[in-house]
Each structure stands twice: as C-alpha cells, then as structure tokens.
C-alpha cells in the first residue's frame, strides 16, 4: 500500500493519523414534520405495528374506503385521502382491531400421485400431520385477500424433465395488482452467485418484513404440476390460486384496551411524525387516548367536534372531554361538502386532518436556518378550504363567542374583501386560559418543534464529559435561538430587556457529576385573533 | 323493560363494560331500542348514536331513546361512557334498559315484566336502507 501513515503507530517510526475530528455536527430539520400519524379502521394494513402511507401507495396500503353509510369509522379513510393530497408528505397509520381479528396463512400443498394442480387452502396453524410445499403469511392484512401465484422452470436430466426446487413466488390483490415477486429455492441448503443463501424463506425476508413464509421438508415442485415449466406457447406455468380470504377483521366493537393498545403502539413506533389526527371519531375514549399520546410524544392533535352538531352540541362534546392542554386543538366545520373519494354523497366531514395536511405543507417551506413558518397558523383567509359543494348547515353567530370559550375552532364561511370562503376561522388550542400563549395553536407548534430540537441534541450531547456537554449544549442553544429570532418566531420582550430569548446551561448545583440543567425562556410571537377598529368623524 | 345495566368508570365499578354489555345484552337481537338515562350532572353528547342527553338536574329529560343497529355500536358506546366516566370519576354514568321488543321471543319470554312503560319504544328496525337515508333515524329525542 501506498498509504503515508498508521492507524496505530507502535514504536516504530512513522506517521499515525487519528480518526477525523468532527466539530461540525449540528440540528437539521428532517420531514418529519410534514408528517401525521393516526388511529383508524382500515381494510388493509398490519394490525402489529404502525406503517407508512403515502400517496402513491394510498390505496394498496389501506385499500379502497368503504361507504360511511355502512360506518361512520370509514371516515378517517377519507380524512388519510385528503391530508395525503393536501400536503402531508405521509401518514403513520396505526390500524384498529380487536381481539377477534384472526390472521391465517395460505396453505400450498401439492397432491400426492399425481402431483398436478396445486392447492390452495387457509388455516390458522401450519400442518404438522400431513405435507405442505409452502406456507405463506401476508402480515397486511388485507379484509379483500390476495392471489398467490407459483412457478417452477423445467429442468432436464437425462432428457426427461424432473422436479425442480427453485420456484418464482407472486402474491398478488384480488385486482390482479403485483404486491411481491420472490425468486428462491425450497432446498435450505441453497445459494446464489454471491454465495447468499437462496433458501426461499431467506429470500423473503431480505427483502419485505411484510411477508412470512415456510416451506415443508423436502418440498420441491413435480414435473407433472400445473406450476411446472413452459405452456404450448412458451410462457411460463403459474399455479395461480383464487382469491384467498386469509385475513377476518372480526368486530368493530372496539373498547378502551383497543385504543389503549393503538395509542402505545403508535408511540413506540420508529416512525416520526409531528401531528395527530383524530380521522374524525367521535369516541371519547380514542381521544382522550390520542390527547395523551400527544402529551407523551410532543405533538399537536388535531381532532373533530362532530360537524352535525348544534353549536349547543358542540359545546357539550367538547365539555365532557374535559380537555386542557395545547397539545390538543379541536375543529369544528358544520358543513356538507362532496366525498373527495366519491365513495359517499354529500357528507359532513372532519377538517382536522386537512388543517394538519395545510400545516405539513407549510412546514415544507424553511427559511436558510431551516426553520418553517410556523407562526402563521393555518387560519384565516390565505388558507381556505377547497372542498367541492360546500353547504353550511349551521350558521353560528351569537354562538361564535360561546365557541372560543370552549376552544373550538369554527370552520365556517368569512366574508372578506375579496369574496367569501370557507376557513378555519380561528385558530385556538384546548388550553383553558383567556390570556396565556399556550392559548395559540402557533404557540403550541413553534415551542413543540423547539422542545423538540432541544432534546433530541441533549440526547446527543449525553455520556460526555460535562465540560464538553455544557460547552456544545451552550453553542446549540445560542444558534438555534438566534435562528428562531431570524424566522420571527421569537420577538424582543419587555421582561428579558428586550431580548427575545434567555437560557442557562449548566451542571447541575446539587449534583453536578452527572446532572447538567438546560433551562430557557423565549417569547414568541402571537397571533393576531381579533381587531378593533374605531372611526372618528373629524371636522 | 325487560333488563337495565348500569354503567360507569370501570377502574370504580371494577368491572369491564364490555363484560357488563355481554352479561346484558348478549342474548338479545339487534337493532336493539334502548332507553338511556343520564345520571351525571353534565350533558353529554353521543355523535355515534346520535343521541344528546341532558344533565340528571333535568329528570325526567335526561332521557332518551336510542336504537342500536348492532352489537359493535352498543359496545362502542360502552367504551365511550366508560371513558368519560373515568374522566369524571363518575361510578354510575348511565343506565340503560331494554324496551320490550328489542329482545328475541324466547329471551323476553323469561324476562319479568317490569319497568315504569313510560314512553313507546323509539323505532321499529329498519332497513340499511332506510337508516342511511334518514340522518336521525335511530333517534327519538325525548
């Protein structure tokens, strides 16, 4: 080598070059905050765990929507539809089931003498009586079923065909869609040109954790099978099943622990996400879950007062909730408008999860510091909503007052120079205060973000000396403030001497070997909610 | 009334709603008319079944009929009852009792007889049909 150095230099002599030093480290903003996460009924999709939505793979993740006539928990599917087209980059999907839903795999077994048509069974527990070629277990879930499709190549000893162990797996939906090719072998001891192992099972999991699959001892397919080499025309013989129904949803009764298991499953995730949304349930018991999901992770829920309410109604909803934090911002829009999925006719919808895709939107926007405009909540006349066929089947006037009281945010029609919209016309979090900024939902998502930023770099600067971890904490800190000053989320404030921002590192005072204290005070601006104007008529 | 069941914060009652829905209802045929009384000093809305109920303050008009089209709604609204109950602490939230025909022939057939038969039960079941064209059509506001 013509390498001038070591790595570690013993007593020779000779140049040892030391690990690069980087002192360049420092917050970035991912996309995470364009991103929401939700609790909902869905006709497809893993019951184990959160997954990832976006609008490419909307409808072969979730599945088509179902009419809300059949329940009103399909409207969250719409809510997921409409925030994806609307600006959310993605959603973080936690799907609802019970006790009750079963997943089975799909049985592949090949019939003994003669080995011609494959069949296709389902069964809750592999068999371990009697032989089986394949088990395949599809972790989606999806209530529609999928088409499993298999393959061998012909192989020629001796000039007569002979079975063959490596095979082409497809699993496909009932519309014929492609969801996973596999190519492997059914011999465990098999390998690829790169020496990896070409064992079927192997293969799989390479590849997607979405599926499982086993294969039976000594599995090979028969060259009699209808899945064995080529037709008259040259194209390949697939063993096609029909539509297999491996997956019941069982009842959609769900009870608190339901909700209780969705809430911890979303939080657990390692997937992020900046916002809730309530997908426009009505259960008290998944919101209260959701508030303290929201409380617990750092992040905004947006949620729906049913929009068929009286004003009264609404009210009351909202009351019994017994709400009180700014994490939680609820929606009101007494409005019909059309199904953007057209599955329904005119319905009256949620608009949370919109007002949260306006959001992601905006947050898509940063300045050169990276900071996205987040003290222009999405309110008012520059964001409307542009549902089709929008009736107002409320019309809140004295109630307007009643309204901000309870926190709720109207969405109703505004009429403004330009002509009328329909927009959020408020922008208030759950807070019970008439005077604190906790009260603004602007507030509410700066100071989330900055919590954020702060704890995910005290995270880094953890397990380093103290000197060092008070020093980088310290420069943070000074950057990201200054930062905020620039994107005007903070202003100057008459109590910190003008300054718009304080803060204080340092070890802490009792126990200052392992304990530092970040401590830090910003005022950031407000929103401006409502406006007096008086004339004077002057000689 | 044919059955009543009473339902509150589970944490307090000690006992889980769904398993007091079951002890209950379990036998009975859907969709199922209910009358539901409100026993907490608050009002309290239900948009599921469309049902709004006003404080204990107001009796007798803390009541109301409800029809439940099947036994996921029922054990939808238990979970909702229950989980504003443990908000509020209340043990005794709601009580709901059977209208005479929202039971199968051989269940009512054991049931005694009981029960004040103030108000006719709300609706006769309805076709999906039906019910969806008409937005309150599983309500009798009292």
Known sequence: MSTAFNRQLGSQSGVQLNPLRDMTDGYAPDNSDQVFGIVMRATRGRIDKPFRVNRGNFQKKLGRGESLRASALN???????????????????????TSTAVL??????????PATDLVFSVATAVPTDKPFLLSVKHLECYNDGVVIELHADAVMENGAPVANRLVTLRLRDKDRNTLYEFVGSLNPDALDDYQQSAYLPDVVERTTDNVEVLVGGGAQIAATSNAYGRDTNGRPKFAISPVMTYFTEGSIAYGVPDFARARDLLQKTEHDYAYIVSGGSHAPALLSALAQLAYDTNRQFAWD????????????FIAQLNFDSHYCQAYWAPLKSDDPLGLNGKVVLGTSAYNVAR??????????????????????????LDRTGIVQIHTPDDDLSDLADAKINPVIYVKYNGGGKYVFSDSLTCAKTAVSMKKLISVADMS???????????????QLPMEVSVKKTDAFLKKLFKDAKTAKWIVPSVEMDGEAFQYVVQPNALRPADRM?????????????QTFVTQTLSR | MASTLHLGASSLTGKSVNA???????????????????NTP?????????????????????????????????TRFASDVDSLSELNQWAEAMALDALDDGQSDEVAAKAPAAGKGQKKAATEPKSPADTAADDAANTDKK
Request: hydrophobic share 40%; with cysteine; net charge negative.
């Open chain 1, 75 to 97: 409207e969250a599917h719409i809510h997921v539809y409409e925030a994806l087209q609307k600006g959310a980059a993605s959603a973080v999907v936690q799907r609802l089931t």
């Open chain 1, 104 to 113: 089975s795999a799909i049985i592949v077994t090949q019939p003994e003498a």
């Open chain 1, 305 to 316: 007062v049913p929009g068929t309410l009286s004003p009264e109604a609404a009210i009351a």
């Open chain 1, 359 to 384: 959001r992601c939107l905006r947050n898509a926007q940063t300045d050169a510091n990276g900071f996205a405009p987040k003290n222009y909540p999405i309110a008012g006349k520059n964001w409307p």
């Open chain 1, 448 to 462: 989330s973000s900055i919590d954020d930023w702060v704890t995910r770099f005290a995270k880094e600067a953890l």
């Open chain 1, 517 to 529: 204290d970040v401590s830090y005070s910003l005022k950031y601006d407000g929103t401006n909610r």
């Open chain 2, 20 to 38: 007091l829905v079951e002890e209950a209802f379990g036998t009975f045929e859907f969709p199922l008319a209910l009358r539901l009384t409100n």
């Open chain 2, 42 to 74: 608050r009002y309290l809305v239900f948009p599921d079944i469309r049902a709004e109920l006003k404080p204990n303050l107001s009796a007798p008009d803390n009541q109301i009929d409800v029809t439940f089209k099947d036994h996921a709604q029922l």
